[in-house]
């Protein structure tokens, strides 16, 4: 009751409001001010200010709304556990996995000694036509600017 009360003060204040600004001319501003002053009893009338009382003042309301918090707490900490890891649980597996067998390969091919496999040769770049230590175009800049 005292909440009903509340907003029909409020949307009463608003209409006085709203009626000193258009006396001024400022009508866009009045019709706004007007329709949020409208709002409160519109919240009235539709029960939703009654819900939100009787919720408000619901220990059992306050602790569901408790335990949705927390759950969505424990949530959140879980997600960004799990990014910060690399990924899900099978994710982490294979890539342990993948790594293990890595490590197997190498170290039996160097168990097996160095006439297993032929050395890899390291590979040489070819030079390319205009590089290297021909500084030619470069002089004949210079010589045409007088450098």
């Not at 294979?94 to 496999?117: D, F, H, W």
Request: hydrophobic share 50%.
């Amino acid at each position: 009751m005292l909440a009903e009360t509340i907003c029909s003060a409020v949307s009463a204040a608003g209409l006085g409001i709203a009626a000193v600004t258009a006396y001024r001319k400022r009508f866009l501003t009045a019709a706004r001010i007007l329709a949020y002053s409208l709002v409160p009893v519109g919240l009235v009338l539709t029960g939703a200010v009654e819900w939100a009382v009787d919720t408000a003042f619901s220990p059992s309301a306050w602790l569901g709304f408790g335990l949705l918090g927390g759950a969505w707490l424990l949530f959140m900490t879980t997600r960004a556990v799990e990014r910060r890891r690399g990924g899900t649980r099978k994710e982490r597996k294979a890539a342990q996995a993948a790594q293990r067998e890595a490590v197997a390969t190498a170290a039996s091919a160097r168990s097996l000694g160095p006439g297993s496999r032929p050395a890899a040769q390291p590979a040489v770049k070819p030079k390319a036509a205009g590089s290297g230590d021909d500084f030619s175009d470069i002089e004949a800049i210079l010589k045409k600017h007088g450098i």
